[in-house]
């Protein structure tokens, strides 16, 4: 049944009857369920960001850089994943990566005039998913079956959020007081996308009215994730072949437009430089990279794709090729690996560990097994500095340039630092020695305490 105008607008009135959203992880789990990639944003506390920056300019929406340190990239179908992330921040709010991913495209409607604008463009809008957000609308259909990127300014107070964006979905809370509800939930049928408002989005980007954004500008680049990001923007600049002068303009823009505060103009000066002055390393831009490191629980999604279930059987699954396997120490430490290294005390953990980095250092065989020659960062946290230099020595350590050391317990505020650190040195192996001294984990024997 359409609605009017009106009953379309009255927040107030909105019917969620027979459908509870109420829950966060609930939620979130739902709409996994149908096949909808969910990550954590950041919820709303007493009318301010959870990310306790008072001047926030996207309170309650970007993403939670501790859970997810590739923004709207990390979303997931993962329960297990989703259960992990809410055990964390039960009141964060829900995003909905849009977009080929999930299978859906958004019209994000910020008002009154958006809304009006895009009724005299299309006539009555069909009755598709459809939540209210703090002042608007999201009326949201099934993926064109060709690539949508993300526009601003499709028609006033009007955009599109497909392909390189990410919503924000009920129950989350807005900043001004609203909570996101479903006028028409995920129950109900999702429908095509009109004819008219994709001819609506090519006529107006073939005369220049709107803005293509690869980084959704409810996301921005958010504090912990400014250094490393523009770092990388910058080295994928360089290894196209661009200026250092150009390298520093761009940065600048990407910094004024995007981050969340902007940098101070040194810090970006100081991240251009490096930029452009790094080694042209292959493992920068070759499929080897030994960059980024990332681990991930196994995916409990099963066969789906999508909004598809797609099964394989057993005999096509070995007639795939085998995907080549990359290896910092073959056989033991694959690239992007995370290995645990475990013995009772005082077995020769930390000796076996250091003879390991002194070899990969240099490229060398170890126990007759080869090694991919890469920077090494140790963070020790047990054993004193004089201890550590008494250890190299008797190893022999000499003139290891790409081997580096941090003594001391870190905390969480000091990772971000210790994330550009790696990229910008090309480390690809961290060592933590020992684990046990690095994490709050009480019971070793109690799995969300050790997965998180």
């Given at each position: 049944?359409?609605?009017?105008n ?6 107030e ?5 027979g459908t509870?959203?109420t829950n966060?992880l609930?939620?979130a ?5 149908n ?6 944003l ?6 301010q960001?959870g990310?306790?920056r008072s001047?926030?300019k996207?309170?309650?929406k970007?993403p939670i850089p501790?859970?997810?340190p590739?923004?709207f990239k990390?979303a997931t179908l993962?329960?297990?994943m989703l ?6 921040y039960?009141?964060a ?9 999930s ?7 910020d ?7 895009l009724?005299?463009?299309l006539?009555v809008?069909?009755d598709?998913w459809h939540s209210t957000?703090g002042k608007?609308?999201h ?7 060709h690539a ?7 028609i006033p107070e009007v ?10 979905a ?6 001004n007081?609203p909570v996101?509800r479903w ?8 429908l095509e996308?009109?004819?008219?408002l994709l001819?609506?989005?090519?006529d107006a980007?073939?005369t220049g009215?709107v ?8 996301e921005?680049?958010?504090e912990?994730?400014?250094n490393?990001t ?14 250092s ?28 430089q490096?930029a452009?002055s790094?080694a042209?390393n ?6 080897i ?5 990332r681990s991930?629980l196994?995916s ?15 005999a096509?699954?070995?007639?795939q090729?085998?995907?080549k396997?990359?290896?910092v120490?073959?056989d033991?430490?694959?690239v ?11 077995m020769g953990k930390?000796?076996l560990?250091y ?11 170890f ?6 020659r890469t920077g090494?960062?140790i963070l020790?946290?047990e054993e004193?500095?004089?201890d550590?230099?008494n250890r190299?020595?008797?190893l022999g350590?000499k003139g290891?340039d790409?081997?580096y050391?941090q003594?001391?317990?870190?905390d969480?505020s ?5 994330k550009?650190?790696i ?5 690809g ?7 046990a001294?690095y994490?709050?984990v ?9 997965t998180a």
């Amino acid at each position: 049944m359409a609605t009017s105008n009106a009953e379309h607008l009255n927040i107030e009135a909105v019917n969620n009857a027979g459908t509870d959203f109420t829950n966060p992880l609930s939620a979130a789990i739902a709409y996994a369920m149908n096949g909808l990639f969910i990550l954590p944003l950041y919820g709303i506390n007493d009318g301010q960001c959870g990310c306790g920056r008072s001047a926030c300019k996207a309170a309650g929406k970007h993403p939670i850089p501790d859970l997810t340190p590739h923004g709207f990239k990390d979303a997931t179908l993962d329960v297990s994943m989703l259960k992990h992330w809410w055990a964390r921040y039960p009141d964060a709010n829900i995003g909905i990566r849009t977009g080929n991913e999930s299978g859906i495209l958004v019209v994000d409607i910020d008002g009154q005039r958006g809304y009006d604008a895009l009724h005299d463009a299309l006539g009555v809008l069909p009755d598709t998913w459809h939540s209210t957000t703090g002042k608007g609308h999201h009326f949201m259909f099934r993926y064109p079956g060709h690539a949508i990127r993300s526009a601003t300014g499709v028609i006033p107070e009007v955009d599109i959020r497909a392909d390189g964006a990410y919503i924000v979905a009920p129950p989350s809370k807005h900043k001004n007081g609203p909570v996101y509800r479903w006028v028409v939930g995920p129950s109900a049928p999702l429908l095509e996308c009109p004819d008219g408002l994709l001819q609506i989005l090519t006529d107006a980007r073939s005369t220049g009215k709107v803005h293509d954004r690869h980084v959704d500008p409810i996301e921005g680049i958010v504090e912990g994730q400014r250094n490393s990001t523009l770092f990388a923007f910058g080295r994928r600049m360089k290894c196209m072949g661009a200026t250092s002068e150009t390298i520093l303009a761009a940065i600048r823009e990407q910094n004024r437009a995007l981050c969340q505060p902007p940098l101070d103009d040194n810090e970006v000066t100081r991240l251009a430089q490096n930029a452009f002055s790094l080694a042209d390393n292959g493992d920068f831009v070759s499929p080897i990279s030994l960059l980024p490191f990332r681990s991930a629980l196994p995916s409990t999604s099963g066969g789906l794709v999508g909004n598809d279930f797609a099964p394989i059987s057993v005999a096509e699954l070995l007639r795939q090729a085998d995907e080549k396997t990359n290896w910092v120490f073959q056989d033991y430490l694959p690239v992007g690996g995370l290995i645990l290294l475990a013995a009772k005390p005082k077995m020769g953990k930390t000796t076996l560990v250091y003879h390991l980095v002194a070899h990969i250092a240099q490229g060398l065989p170890f126990l007759k097994r080869d090694t991919t020659r890469t920077g090494v960062l140790i963070l020790e946290l047990e054993e004193h500095g004089r201890d550590v230099r008494n250890r190299l020595r008797d190893l022999g350590a000499k003139g290891f340039d790409n081997v580096y050391l941090q003594f001391g317990r870190l905390d969480n505020s000091a990772l971000e630092y210790v994330k550009e650190f790696i990229i910008q040195n090309q480390i690809g192996l961290v060592v933590v020695d020992t684990l046990a001294a690095y994490w709050n984990v009480t019971d070793e024997n109690n799995a969300a305490q050790v997965t998180a």
